[in-house]
Structures are given as structure tokens and as C-alpha cells.
């Protein structure tokens, strides 16, 4: 990491790429008071970001606030530096700069991120490297290029590193793309999509954002390259095969990597390196990019994270965080631009769980219609469909035209039969279900989803969820809440299976911090009363009031009548009376 002062310019694109970015998209409260800090900081008033300002601008206090029994600033900047870490290990892994707020103050440092870049080869290796791809293209001309790209740069100091990043990104793209054209010529599959949509597989190729050699429903492959000998580093190990073999979203090759995989063909494909740690009996898991060598995320475990009673656990928060359309992986495969037709699907539907509007659904649902109609393989394409469907059916929204929940169970029931062992399929179907009323059917296929792979935090969380909404409270709401807290990015639907589960539990401030991370979501009538229980719970009366009329402007019908809405969607009758007289305390109108 590089100590240099980065240009205002910079650090203006940095913050605007990061208030745009998924990892903050649903905190509002986080992008208010970062563009806050670093605006105040790069107009040189940095000496003013102090709590009490910060309070008064930020979060709206007023000249009673007293920090000693508010901590509202200080809870606020913590999540803050938590969402610009999960940021700058994920979305924003090759962003030039790096913002932090250090702790113990509020002003914003910047860094500029010297990215960690392959190993070059050794003379003889790369001579043969280069004399191999040389001789797979026909064309000589190709074929030179192709050599060229593959030399060794020189590297010079630091003052030259984003230009030489330009110039070794290039190179990369480029080979991949010529490999593409070779593997074209020579026969292989072609990628074809129908629909007449941005979000179409077809389009996609036409813009580049999918590779047009693979084909539609390949998935990312992960390797695991063990490089440690202690019962520490077997015990790692032993976790992660367990835990990889239960993820839908990528092909897990089963045996250890004896060495890395053409760095050309497998752009798409990854390897977890369990290595020695810094002192004995710590195991570092680092996951690369085969392709470039990119260390794409780096986790030191010590001793007591891999004991045979804890080591699942630290395990599986990590494979949370790589693994789902919404972790490390995907969202490197997004910025490379090297999408499959499937993997584009997974994150234009994670797009939408995080931001549920009917354009974010329209996109992923075309996308997955398309790969259907295609005659998918692949269990996710239905069992994910199923979901989107239901959420048609029920938010009523425009496409497609005339949903049901009938019919999503018939995806729901086709994904199940095609994937007997898929903790995705179990999962939609046992949502469906709940949504149907039938709580131990529901319940029962989501507790299978979780024992078909206890390493996916989003499994935790539906079966937790499913526990909740079957009124089964105190059950359910410790399991989200550890999802919860051990993901920093997951969708709006857990903090709201959260707030309920901590609003029948009767606790009300965990309540009202759950609800607030629904704020970012406006487009549901129930988070939109979550909020409004939670905002009149925490004595925020004025935003309270704020809510009422937004409600009443954008919901009526629910403003009317919420206990018709909750009826609806098969709420258990204890939880229904409380959020309808909680409503009712809070302003809503006759709500009843």
C-alpha cells in the first residue's frame, strides 16, 4: 500500500464509485455521513468533524445532543468502517484509491492501492508458456501478438503503476478474447439467447459482458490448493471441501490443485490456497484468481479459529462472502466482464434481492426466462425463477403478465426435480410454501436446505426465516441474527425477518436497528411499516410522521387497511394483531 496523497479528482470518483456501489446501496444512513466526511475533509475543514457536528449535519440532533448517552455517531462510523473493509475485499478490490476513517477519529485517510499482481515466470517457463500459445492460433500473425502480450513488463517505481495496470489488464483481455475467436473457429458450441430486452443473454454477448466462449450455464470453477502440513491447516481444508460441495453457484473440483490451470482458458475459474500463517498453528486461506493471480481475498485464521468446534463456523463465513452470486467471486467476474450466461442471471437476481424494484425484477427475470426457454440444466435457473415469480405474484408486478403463486410452485417443484440435492431448490420450495400458509411443510424443506449445506449463511437465514414467520420467534431470531451479523452485505429480506423476530421477541432497539436498514427500500408496503414501528419505538417522531404520509401517498390501500395485507401474506394471527395495533400506535391512519 502506497502513503501518497491521491488528487481531489480521485478521491471524488473513488466516493462516487462507493455511494453507487451494492455494498452500500442499502444504508442509506452510511452514504449520507461518508459523502459527508470526505467532503468536509477535501474543503479542508477537516478539523470540524467532530461528533457533535457530525450529529447535528448528519443525523439531524440538535443542540441538547449529548454524546455521552447517545452513541449514535460512534455505532454509525463503526458500521461505516465495516462497509468500506467488506467494500475495498470485494466490490472495490481494484479500486486505485482507498478511503478508511481510522479509529479514534473521523477524518477520512486515502491510500493508493497497489494491487497485487502475478508472479512473473521464470525465463525457461516463459519461453515455453508463450512457444505453446504460439502454436495452438493459425494465423502467425495472431499468434505473434499473442506472444507479445505475454512478456515480461519491467516494472518501474510505484510513480508509473496505474499505467502499467492499464497496460496488463489490456494484455489479458485480449488473449482471452483471441482464445474465444480460436475456440469459435474450431466448433465449439455457440451461446444463443432470445428476447428482445437489454438484460437477454444475446444482448449481453453483443456488449461484451459475457464471455462468448463459454458456454450458457457454466458456472465458476474453484480448486483447493493445500500448501500447509499441520492438523490446523487439514482441519481448514477438510472445511472447506465440505463446505464448497454444498454451493449451488460454482463447480468444486474435489481433488487439490497439483499446480495451476491454463491461466488463459480458465478465466473463470479460482483456487483457495490454505497456507502456513504468520505464527504456529495459524492457517492463511487466500482465494486467486487462476487467470491473473489476483489474491481476490486473503483470511489469517489462528488457532482457535480452526479447532474442531469452531473451525465450521469460521469456515463458513467465508465461503458466505466468496461463494453466493452476491460474494467475491461474482463480483469479480462482473468487473472482468467475463460473465457466462448464467452467472449474468444469479447477479442480476442478487441485484434484485438487494434492491426490489420492478425494473431490478424485470431484468432478472427475462434473464433467467431466457436460459429456460434455452432448456436449461440447471436447477438454479428454475429454483430462482420460482422465486422471482412469486414475487410477481404477490407485489403485483407487471411482468409477466397474470403470475401466480400456482405457478411458481411448478417451477419450484421442477427445480426440486432436477436438483434432488440442491440447496437452492429446497430452499425456493420451502419458501413457497410458507407463502402458502403451510408452515411445517415450509419449515421442513427449509431446515433440509440448511443440512444440505450449513456453510451458506443464506440457508441459515431462510431456514431461521421460515422459523419466524411459522411464529416459532425465539427459535428462529437467534439463528438470523448470527446470518446476519457474520454478512455484512445480504438482501433487505433478512433485516426484515430480523425485525420481526426481534419485535415479537420484545426487543424493541434491535427492532428499530433492523428496520433501519429497510430505508433504502421503498417500494414495499410492509418495510415501509417496519420502518414506521421502528422510527416511533425509537422516539423519532418527526420521521415517524414523515412515514405516515409516504405510506399514505404511496400505499393507500395498505394505509387502509395493513391487517387485509398481512392476512394476505399468511402472517401467523399473534404477529398480525401486534404490527396492526403497533401501526395504529404510531400514527397509521384507523389502521385495524
Known amino acids: 500500500m502506497q502513503h501518497a496523497t491521491p488528487a481531489a479528482p480521485a478521491v471524488r470518483e473513488t466516493l462516487e464509485r462507493l455511494?453507487?456501489?451494492?455494498?452500500?446501496?442499502?444504508?442509506?444512513?452510511?452514504?449520507?455521513?461518508?459523502?459527508?466526511?470526505?467532503?468536509?475533509?477535501?474543503?479542508?475543514?477537516?478539523?470540524?468533524?467532530?461528533?457533535?457536528?457530525?450529529?447535528?449535519?448528519?443525523?439531524?440532533?440538535?443542540?441538547?445532543?449529548?454524546p455521552s448517552t447517545d452513541a449514535v455517531v460512534r455505532?454509525?462510523?463503526?458500521?461505516?468502517?465495516?462497509?468500506?473493509?467488506?467494500?475495498?475485499?470485494?466490490?472495490?478490490?481494484?479500486?486505485?484509491?482507498?478511503?478508511?476513517?481510522?479509529?479514534?477519529?473521523?477524518?477520512?485517510?486515502?491510500?493508493?492501492n497497489a494491487i497485487?499482481?502475478?508472479v512473473e515466470p521464470e525465463p525457461e517457463k516463459h519461453v515455453e508458456a508463450v512457444a505453446a500459445l504460439s502454436e495452438s492460433f493459425e494465423d502467425p500473425g495472431m499468434a505473434a501478438h499473442a506472444a507479445s502480450l505475454m512478456t515480461p513488463v519491467v516494472r518501474e517505481p510505484a510513480r508509473s503503476l496505474q499505467r502499467h495496470l492499464r497496460f496488463f489488464w489490456l494484455a489479458i483481455v485480449l488473449v482471452i478474447a483471441m482464445l474465444g475467436v480460436l475456440i469459435l473457429r474450431q466448433g465449439s458450441g455457440a451461446l444463443l439467447a432470445?428476447?428482445?430486452?437489454?438484460?437477454?443473454?444475446?444482448?449481453?454477448?453483443?456488449?461484451?459482458?459475457?464471455?462468448?466462449?463459454?458456454?450458457?450455464?457454466?458456472?465458476?470453477?474453484v480448486y483447493i490448493a493445500v500448501k500447509a502440513d499441520s492438523p490446523e491447516a487439514a482441519r481448514v481444508a477438510a472445511s472447506l471441501r465440505a463446505g464448497l460441495s454444498g454451493f449451488d453457484t460454482v463447480s468444486f473440483i474435489g481433488r487439490d490443485a497439483d499446480g495451476p490451470p491454463d491461466p488463459v482458458a480458465a478465466a473463470i475459474s479460482f483456487v483457495f490456497d490454505v497456507l502456513p500463517g504468520p505464527t504456529a498453528g495459524d492457517v492463511t486461506l487466500e482465494l486467486q484468481s487462476v487467470a491473473t493471480g489476483r489474491v481476490l481475498l486473503s483470511r489469517n485464521?489462528?488457532?482457535?479459529?480452526?479447532?474442531?468446534?469452531?473451525?465450521?463456523?469460521?469456515?463458513?463465513?467465508?465461503?458466505?462472502?466468496?461463494?453466493?452470486?452476491?460474494?467475491?467471486?461474482?463480483?469479480?467476474?462482473?468487473?472482468?466482464?467475463?460473465?457466462?450466461?448464467?452467472?449474468?442471471c444469479l447477479l442480476l437476481n442478487d441485484k434484485y434481492y438487494l434492491d426490489q424494484?420492478?425494473?431490478?425484477?424485470e431484468a432478472a427475470y427475462r434473464c433467467l426466462e431466457n436460459l429456460a426457454?434455452?432448456?436449461?440444466?440447471?436447477?438454479?435457473?428454475?429454483?430462482?425463477?420460482?422465486?422471482?415469480?412469486?414475487?410477481?405474484?404477490?407485489?403485483?408486478?407487471?411482468?409477466?403478465?397474470?403470475?401466480?403463486?400456482?405457478?411458481a410452485m411448478s417451477l419450484a417443484r421442477r427445480a426440486v426435480q432436477m436438483g434432488p440435492t440442491s440447496p437452492y431448490a429446497h430452499r425456493a420450495y420451502g419458501y413457497l410454501n410458507s407463502r402458502l400458509g403451510n408452515s411445517e411443510e415450509s419449515i421442513r424443506w427449509m431446515r433440509k436446505a440448511y443440512e444440505l449445506n450449513p456453510y451458506d449463511l443464506s440457508m441459515a437465514a431462510a431456514y431461521a426465516y421460515g422459523l419466524i414467520?411459522?411464529?416459532?420467534?425465539?427459535?428462529?431470531?437467534?439463528?438470523?441474527?448470527?446470518?446476519?451479523?457474520?454478512?455484512?452485505?445480504?438482501?433487505?429480506?433478512?433485516?426484515?425477518?430480523?425485525?420481526?423476530?426481534?419485535?415479537?421477541?420484545?426487543?424493541?432497539?434491535?427492532?428499530?436497528?433492523?428496520?433501519?436498514?429497510?430505508?433504502?427500500?421503498?417500494?414495499?408496503?410492509?418495510?415501509?411499516?417496519a420502518r414506521l414501528i421502528g422510527a416511533k419505538a425509537a422516539g423519532r417522531n418527526q420521521l415517524a410522521n414523515e412515514l405516515v404520509d409516504e405510506m399514505t401517498v404511496k400505499f393507500p390501500k395498505f394505509a387502509a387497511d395493513p391487517r387485509a395485507t398481512f392476512v394476505e401474506r399468511r402472517y401467523p394471527t399473534d404477529l398480525t394483531d401486534r404490527l396492526v395495533e403497533a401501526l395504529r400506535a404510531a400514527g397509521l391512519g384507523n389502521a385495524s
Open 194 to 221: 432470445g428476447g428482445d430486452t437489454a438484460s437477454t443473454i444475446e444482448n449481453a454477448v453483443a456488449t461484451g459482458s459475457i464471455a462468448p466462449w463459454a458456454p450458457i450455464e457454466t458456472l465458476p470453477l
Open 469 to 529: 414467520f411459522a411464529g416459532r420467534y425465539g427459535e428462529g431470531t437467534p439463528i438470523l441474527a448470527h446470518a446476519a451479523e457474520t454478512s455484512s452485505a445480504h438482501p433487505t429480506w433478512w433485516d426484515y425477518g430480523l425485525f420481526v423476530g426481534q419485535f415479537m421477541t420484545g426487543n424493541m432497539n434491535k427492532a428499530a436497528l433492523a428496520s433501519d436498514a429497510l430505508q433504502t427500500t421503498a417500494t414495499k408496503s410492509h418495510y415501509l411499516a
Open 75 to 112: 455505532v454509525q462510523a463503526g458500521r461505516l468502517r465495516d462497509l468500506l473493509q467488506h467494500y475495498f475485499a470485494n466490490e472495490g478490490v481494484a479500486e486505485p484509491i482507498r478511503i478508511a476513517i481510522p479509529r479514534g477519529g473521523y477524518v477520512p485517510s486515502y491510500e493508493l
Open 357 to 361: 424494484s420492478a425494473k431490478s425484477h
Open 19 to 66: 455511494l453507487a456501489s451494492e455494498t452500500f446501496g442499502r444504508s442509506e444512513r452510511a452514504r449520507k455521513l461518508l459523502r459527508y466526511l470526505v467532503e468536509r475533509e477535501q474543503a479542508g475543514e477537516a478539523d470540524k468533524l467532530k461528533g457533535f457536528s457530525i450529529a447535528m449535519d448528519v443525523f439531524g440532533k440538535d443542540g441538547d445532543f449529548d
Open 373 to 407: 426457454k434455452l432448456d436449461a440444466k440447471s436447477s438454479l435457473v428454475y429454483s430462482e425463477l420460482a422465486g422471482l415469480h412469486l414475487e410477481a405474484a404477490t407485489d403485483h408486478y407487471a411482468y409477466p403478465a397474470g403470475a401466480t403463486i400456482e405457478q
Open 301 to 344: 485464521l489462528t488457532a482457535a479459529d480452526s479447532t474442531p468446534s469452531t473451525v465450521e463456523d469460521s469456515v463458513a463465513g467465508i465461503l458466505s462472502s466468496a461463494i453466493p452470486a452476491s460474494g467475491t467471486i461474482y463480483n469479480y467476474i462482473e468487473q472482468s466482464g467475463i460473465q457466462t450466461g448464467l452467472t449474468e
Open 116 to 118: 497485487r499482481l502475478p
